[in-house]
């Protein structure tokens, strides 16, 4: 009876039909998956829910083209986002944000990561947003250099994950505040503070570890991550 509305029934199930293929790393299938979304809610007058869609399908788009190391594409479909939802503008401004820092294109990345800071900060996005904004944001600092500006977006990280009341358990909130602290024992190594880069980067080992098996999921990326880290830190030092 509605077939614009069974089109975006429709164009949502692809979707999450592709973000189990991205975690699979199966990308190509989550790529085709993106466009049949993005194709399906084609009634004459889009309603709400299918622009929602649409925002969606160029969002996941994006992040297959940064998975697939398109970092160009990227950053065209997160640009192709239009969006009225401050929160979701967040989560777009701060892909692009990622995506130029990747680039190398410094300035344009902090205006991007600027906006999506204060975006989630004002709408009061979910404490784990907020804190991996800040802490690409103080790694941007600290590839500019600017290391105490680095180390206030990690303090306000931290600040932001540990809160009480953030809806987190006591594990959940060890697991975000370790993403972050991988980040800032970064700029510890810029900081020669060789020992605590290490100290840091084997208790975020175990916490990922610990988060995973928890969970019943598997946290390779993020330990392997984490291994590769902790050599730089013995190198350095």
């Not at 699979?24 to 299918?50: C, I, K, M, Y």
Request: negative net charge; hydrophobic residues 45%.
């Amino acid at each position: 009876a509605d077939p614009a509305g069974a089109h975006t029934f429709a164009a949502e199930i692809a979707l999450v039909r592709a973000s189990i293929a991205r975690w699979r790393s199966e990308l190509d299938r989550a790529a085709g998956l993106v466009t049949e979304s993005a194709s399906l809610p084609n009634g004459e007058a889009p309603q709400r829910a299918g622009v929602a869609v649409l925002e969606k399908s160029a969002v996941w788009a994006g992040l297959i083209a940064k998975d697939r190391g398109d970092l160009e594409a990227a950053l065209r479909e997160f640009e192709a986002v239009t969006s009225y939802d401050e929160l979701i503008e967040a989560r777009v401004a701060f892909q692009k944000g990622d995506v130029l820092m990747a680039l190398g294109r410094f300035d344009a990345a902090f205006g991007e990561l600027e906006r999506a800071v204060e975006l989630a900060r004002e709408n009061h996005a979910l404490t784990p947003e907020q804190s991996r904004y800040l802490s690409r944001r103080g790694t941007l600092h600290r590839r500019r250099g600017d290391l105490d500006l680095a180390w206030r977006d990690f303090d306000a990280a931290a600040a932001t994950v540990t809160v009480e009341g953030s809806g987190a358990g006591d594990l959940e909130r060890e697991f975000w505040l370790a993403r972050s602290e991988d980040e800032r024992a970064l700029t510890l190594l810029a900081r020669g503070e060789f020992t605590e880069a290490i100290l840091s980067f084997e208790r975020n080992i175990e916490t990922f570890a610990r988060y995973g098996e928890h969970l019943g999921v598997d946290p390779s990326y993020r330990v392997w991550r984490g291994e590769l880290y902790l050599a730089r830190a013995y190198l350095c030092r």
